[in-house]
């Protein structure tokens, strides 16, 4: 099973600032099949990020996915209020078990 | 509108057996591609991925969990059941049915579209 490490815990930033999430896999994870997901309080997690960096439909363009292997990361350029959330990385594909990150809390400074 | 909608009950026993509904809507299981995973959060904690079930009835298990639950489909009444016996206070969560979608897209193997979740605690 593909252990996912997201580092920091939590990010204290202000809005317009920049923010960089990064997840660490413990072995590599193939065909780049790495998702990253916004959970907002009280609510179900949001697609973001697929395929370590393809935008979801709908997802503003000042998200951006990267890496491959073991490392990825989630860039989010110029935070508006409505970004300070948990966001969560995710490894996919064919055949189970899928595992997600523990979390990083992107919290307003 | 597409749509998954968990529901079940709020609170449950020790030991008791736990049932839960994903009603499905604007899609069906049915179709080559479709599938509906579980996953769950307890309280301030990460997502834990448990089951899936794929359109042409392939299921799949969380190994640590796999003796303790069962996951089936009613196609016609577009619905998902989770059943998971033995529950334990450890088994407080807040449960999700989300979807993978590869129709049209075999890589398409990710959470496009998850429900609300339903609360479920486990106390005597």
């Known amino acids: 099973e593909i252990v996912l490490t997201q580092s920091p815990g939590t990010l204290s930033l202000s809005p317009g600032e920049g923010a960089t999430l990064s997840c660490r896999a413990s072995?590599?994870?193939?065909?780049?099949?790495l998702a990253w997901y916004q959970q907002k309080p009280g609510q179900a997690p949001r697609l973001l990020i697929y395929?370590?960096?393809s935008r979801a439909t709908g997802v503003p363009d000042r998200f951006s996915g990267s890496g491959s292997g073991t490392d990825f990361t989630l860039t989010i350029s110029g935070l508006e209020p409505e970004d300070f959330a948990v966001y969560y990385c995710?490894?996919?594909?064919?055949?189970?078990?899928?595992?997600f990150g523990q979390g990083t809390n992107l919290e307003l400074k | 509108q597409v749509t998954l909608r968990e529901s079940g009950p709020a609170l449950v026993k020790p030991t008791q057996t736990l049932t839960l509904t994903c009603a499905l809507s604007?899609?069906?299981?049915?179709?080559?591609?479709?599938?509906v995973n579980w996953v769950r959060q307890p309280p301030g904690k990460a997502l834990e991925w448990l089951a899936r079930?794929?359109?042409?009835?392939?299921?799949y298990y969380s190994a640590s969990l796999r003796t303790r639950l069962t996951v089936s489909r009613d196609t016609s009444k577009s619905q998902v059941v989770l059943t998971m016996t033995n529950m334990d206070p450890a088994d407080t969560a807040t449960y999700y049915c989300?979807?993978?979608?590869?129709?049209?897209?075999?890589?398409?193997?990710?959470?496009?579209?998850w429900g609300r979740g339903t609360q479920v605690t486990v106390s005597s």
């Open positions: 072995q590599s994870v193939s065909s780049r099949y």
């Open positions: 995710q490894q996919y594909g064919y055949s189970p078990p899928y595992t």
């Open positions: 079930i794929d359109w042409d009835d392939d299921k």
């Open positions: 395929g370590a960096s």
């Open positions: 604007g899609f069906s299981l049915g179709t080559s591609g479709m599938c």
């Open positions: 989300a979807r993978i979608n590869r129709v049209g897209d075999s890589r398409s193997w990710f959470f496009d579209l």
